[in-house]
């Protein structure tokens, strides 16, 4: 509850992804609280500018684990895929 203020995904943020993500790039995000995850599931959902999946098994099948996810194996991780709405 302590980190809700310092949130990185918030409207402001969504506005400046928009800005700066190219028209064919993607944008992955991970947490592993399921509060923030659906926040960050409704504001996506909320503007029409963005689609997304949470595909990662497909997406990162040839990456190797990151030190963040090897860390934290033990937890359930949550991944966004975001890329603009161009259709």
Do not use: C, W
């Not at 028209?23 to 504001?43: A, W």
């Amino acid at each position: 509850k302590r980190h809700k203020s310092r949130r990185t995904f918030n409207k402001i943020f969504i506005n400046e992804m928009f800005r700066t993500l190219t028209d064919d790039g993607k944008l992955v995000v991970s947490t592993d609280d399921n509060d923030y995850y659906q926040i960050m599931i409704e504001l996506l959902n909320n503007d029409i500018r963005f689609k997304y999946s949470n595909d990662i098994i497909n997406y990162f099948k040839n990456y190797p684990a990151t030190l963040y996810a090897k860390k934290f194996f033990d937890r359930k991780i949550y991944f966004l895929i975001i890329e603009k709405n161009n259709g």
